[in-house]
């Protein structure tokens, strides 16, 4: 219940397209759903973040949509570019008790042609 | 930048071996976690430290403790290494119980 899936595990996309990866989760107290970008050798950065509350968060060409009743979230990379090119992590948590850890999915790793 | 800053950034243990790992939080942020990413895997959370108190903690043996001193900063070590805990290890810093965690740079670690 935990967990957190995240697909697909590897992305190509053309530059100036839309890349789309996809996370659902089981946890129904989950209350934050960031979505992480990490470049080889860095540590993740927040990229974007959304709450239940919401269905779509947008910031600059990167989207967030949210389904709460489906239990599922996706972030959409529009006009996507060769910079882009990272590992994409979303992630949940819940703030129970004292703590706000993170529940990470396994990565999506984003290759944008040129 | 995050103002989460990690050191040492790369090490080689040997087995059954110590270490040490130390992170500076950002600026104001009274709450720190250490999470666990081997190679091709999203980041696992250890256990997150709030107040100098261990106030949560992941799937993660004893031989994984930790500190927080009263500037916020903190320290992860490991007991025991084994070769298993070779991986990129990631401090999180936050303020109280708000979701925003940045992430530091990480350290690498590698048990031989």
């Given at each position: 219940q935990q967990q957190v899936k995240q697909s697909p595990q590897s992305l190509i996309v053309q530059k100036g397209g839309i890349s789309i990866i996809n996370c659902a989760y089981?946890?129904?107290?989950?209350d934050y759903f960031p979505w992480y970008q990490q470049f080889p050798g860095k540590g993740p950065a927040l990229l974007i973040a959304i709450r239940p509350d919401v269905s779509e968060k947008k910031e600059g060409r990167f989207t967030i949509s949210f389904n709460k009743s489906a239990k599922q979230f996706s972030l959409h990379i529009m006009?996507?570019?060769?910079?882009?090119?990272a590992t994409y992590f979303c992630a949940a948590s819940t703030y129970g008790g004292a703590t706000n850890k993170l529940i990470f999915g396994t990565g999506t790793l984003l290759a944008v042609q040129p | 930048e995050t103002g989460v800053t990690q050191s040492p950034t790369h090490l080689i243990k040997t087995r059954g071996q110590q270490v040490t790992l130390r992170c500076s939080s950002q600026s104001g942020h009274n709450t720190v976690s250490w999470y666990q990413q081997a190679l091709g895997q999203g980041p696992q959370f250890i256990f997150q430290y709030y107040r100098e108190e261990e106030k949560g903690r992941g799937?993660?043996?004893?031989?994984?403790s930790g500190l927080q001193f009263p500037n916020y900063s903190s320290e992860l070590n490991v007991n025991a290494?084994?070769?298993?805990?070779?991986a990129l290890y990631l401090c999180a810093s936050s303020l109280g119980?708000?979701?925003t965690i940045y992430f530091g740079e990480g350290s690498w670690l590698t048990v031989v």
């Open positions: 089981e946890n129904t107290a989950f006009d996507s570019q060769p910079g882009d090119s | 799937n993660f043996p004893p031989r994984f290494l084994e070769l298993d805990d070779s119980g708000l979701n």
